[in-house]
């Protein structure tokens, strides 16, 4: 199974879905996400118990699980420069199957990949991203669906919603129906097929402060 995880390191990510993930055993998962955060937390839980056999991410700086697992051979890696993983998952949702961009043409990024000119310069072909099971974490929906993200977690969620034949949206708040302003809503109910209200730790990755 193909799974899209949303937010951007330990940010926005669905902390309870992940771990119902864990919990139902499935295996051999490819899953799509910017990173897998920090070893004991997020998807790198996921990685401990061996669930994951193939990663499509941008950045894995920050778990020594994934680094290891990989040098070893036991998985899979597709790398993306961060913009092109986050273009190729929206072409996914709008159902857009390819296009081209001039980032990593020249690169390993680009090798065995389909190359255009266009107005003299070098374009590579990107394929758009799609997946059987989206996960998602935003700040507040309503029983229809409707989301409302906040701040960095915008990053990657909205655009996985649309690309998960199902989506599972879960948010800090759910609130009746008509409650959100419809200008404020990022994503659509329409994109999400489930919606749960989860308790949230809200770690922070790299705590960073100025000596006094």
Excluded at 126 to 152: C, M, P, Q
Excluded at 187 to 193: A, D, E, L, N
Aim: charged residues 25%; glycine residues 12%; hydrophobic residues 40%.
């Amino acid at each position: 199974m193909t799974v899209m995880a949303g937010g951007f390191g330990l940010c926005g990510i669905p902390e309870n879905l992940i771990l119902a993930l864990r919990d139902s055993g499935a295996k051999d998962l490819t899953v799509i996400s910017n990173n897998a955060g920090v070893d004991d937390f997020g998807l790198g839980l996921l990685l401990h118990t061996r669930q994951i056999k193939k990663m499509v991410s941008s950045y894995v700086g920050e778990n020594k699980t994934f680094e290891k697992q990989y040098l070893s051979g036991e998985l899979e890696l597709e790398f993306n420069p961060q913009g092109t993983l986050a273009e190729r998952i929206r072409a996914g949702g709008a159902g857009i199957p390819a296009f081209y961009t001039k980032t990593g043409v020249g690169t390993l990024v680009a090798e065995g990949k389909e190359h255009k000119d266009f107005d003299g310069e070098t374009y590579v072909m990107e394929t758009g991203l799609k997946a059987d099971l989206s996960i998602i974490k935003a700040w507040k929906g309503d029983s229809e669906g409707n989301l409302v993200f906040r701040k960095t977690a915008r990053n990657f969620n909205p655009m996985m919603a649309t690309a998960g034949k199902v989506t599972i949206a879960e948010v800090e708040e759910i609130v009746p129906v008509g409650s959100l302003d419809p200008d404020h809503i990022h994503t659509p109910g329409i994109f999400v097929q489930r919606i749960i209200k989860g308790s949230h730790e809200k770690r922070i990755e790299q705590r960073t402060v100025r000596a006094a």
